[in-house]
């Protein structure tokens, strides 16, 4: 996965004093320029991960229904963890999580899937919105701040 440039004029992360702050991250895969929205649009090592937790069924009429949120899920997640990398921090230096929902009945797919990429639970607020940028078809947003080592570690 790419981590790829913004969307628009802005900074992904930035850092002040102990802190690093992300952007708000959609599941836009910028080498397609399209929203994920299927578990085919994931890269191959996510998935035994997402069967492990009960996705990736192989059956259609489930599939269907789970991929949308499954799927922009573990690419925004990914990509918050690339780009805390990026920012010389790692996913347990999370201190919060802010996450959008078009439909918090899509939470708990997300929360699920959350578990995947951090061990300790992290201060979090969820909020539902009416709609998104830049496509109708993004379900979820998240933003994260994250604390900064001063040893590094």
């Known amino acids: 996965m790419s981590v790829g440039k913004p969307l628009a004029n802005y900074a992904t992360w930035r850092q002040l004093g102990d802190q690093v702050y992300l952007s708000g991250v ?6 397609a320029g399209a929203v994920v929205n ?13 069967r492990a937790l009960g996705f990736v069924t192989g059956q259609m009429s489930v599939d269907t229904f789970e991929a949308p949120i499954v799927a922009q899920s573990w690419w925004v997640l990914a990509r918050i963890r690339e780009l805390a990398a990026e920012a010389g921090v790692r996913m347990e230096h999370a201190a919060r999580l802010v996450q959008y929902f078009r439909d918090l009945r899509h939470y708990p797919h997300y929360n699920r899937v959350r578990g995947l990429f951090f061990e300790a639970p992290v201060v979090s607020t969820v909020v539902e919105v009416s ?17 900064k080592p001063a040893n590094g570690g």
């Open 26 to 31: 959609i599941a836009v895969d910028p080498s």
């Open 38 to 50: 299927r578990y085919e649009d994931l890269p191959p090592e996510a998935l035994p991960a997402l």
């Open 131 to 147: 709609r998104m940028l830049p496509d109708d078809r993004v379900l979820v947003e998240v933003e994260a701040t994250f604390w």
